[in-house]
């Protein structure tokens, strides 16, 4: 099983529309998440980060999580075409210990705002 | 303006030379890392650094030596360079070693032929 999977897409969603980007991870005692954008050619610039249950909003942007499941989502409302991107979860494996603030990082989902 | 900067950008050069990557932060962070990004867009840590110490040294070949010579910098010799290191090497950095999200670099397009 992988560390962090997220959904595999590509996602393609119509401008004005909610997209809905999905990630699990396998390591129950992880602490922190986060949700990167990296345009094509681009480095990953964080949008999100989230630490505790329950929805956090900003923006157009609301990070979802559930450790209980083990589960943390990105909704984008009223998606833009610049939004086109690929959206790269990354959870912090635990509270400190030796992680050191590595970060895992899932695959990736592509996701493509037509107009 | 406040960043991470890496340098060179782009990297062509020939299996078995040997190449340096520098990257530096003027954020004042403490932790600086060094990622790799396959053609597949997966982003794989292989060392961090805090305040100059190594503080995660990943699966990596010893072909691949960091150096911190100050904790705003951060290097990346490798030697004898072969065909599977093509990537995109990404530097980071973030307040401390702990649960925060990262600033990135802009990335290093290393190609080898």
């Known amino acids: 099983q992988k560390e962090v999977e997220q959904n595999s897409g590509p996602l393609s969603v119509p401008e004005g529309a909610i997209a809905s980007l999905n990630c699990t991870y396998s390591?129950?005692?992880?602490?922190?998440f986060f949700w990167y954008r990296q345009y094509s050619g681009k480095s990953p610039e964080l949008i999100m980060s989230?630490?505790?249950?329950g929805d956090k909003e900003d923006g157009r942007f609301t990070a979802q999580l559930n450790k209980a499941s083990q589960y943390v989502s990105l909704l984008i409302r009223d998606s833009q075409p610049s939004d086109s991107a690929t959206y790269l979860c990354?959870?912090?494996?635990?509270?400190?210990?030796?992680?050191?603030?590595?970060?895992?990082f899932g695959q990736g989902t592509i996701l493509t705002v037509h107009p | 303006d406040t960043a991470v900067s890496q340098t060179p950008k782009y990297l062509v050069t020939q299996m078995g030379n040997d190449k340096s990557i520098k990257c530096e932060q003027n954020?004042?962070?403490?932790?600086m890392y060094w990622y790799k990004q396959d053609s597949k867009k997966f982003l794989k840590i292989m060392f961090s650094?805090?305040?100059?110490?190594?503080?995660i040294n990943e699966t990596v070949p010893n072909r691949f030596s960091p150096k911190s010579p100050d904790k705003a910098h951060l290097n990346l010799h490798i030697n004898s360079l072969e065909l599977g290191d093509s990537a995109v090497y990404f530097c980071?950095?973030?307040?401390?070693?702990?649960?925060?999200?990262?600033?990135f670099g802009s990335g290093t397009r290393l190609t080898v032929v």
């Open positions: 990354a959870v912090h494996p635990n509270a400190g210990g030796t992680s050191y603030g590595k970060l895992t």
């Open positions: 390591d129950r005692v992880s602490q922190s």
């Open positions: 989230i630490y505790s249950n």
């Open positions: 650094y805090n305040n100059k110490e190594l503080i």
């Open positions: 954020l004042g962070h403490d932790t």
């Open positions: 980071a950095s973030s307040p401390i070693a702990g649960p925060y999200g990262y600033t």
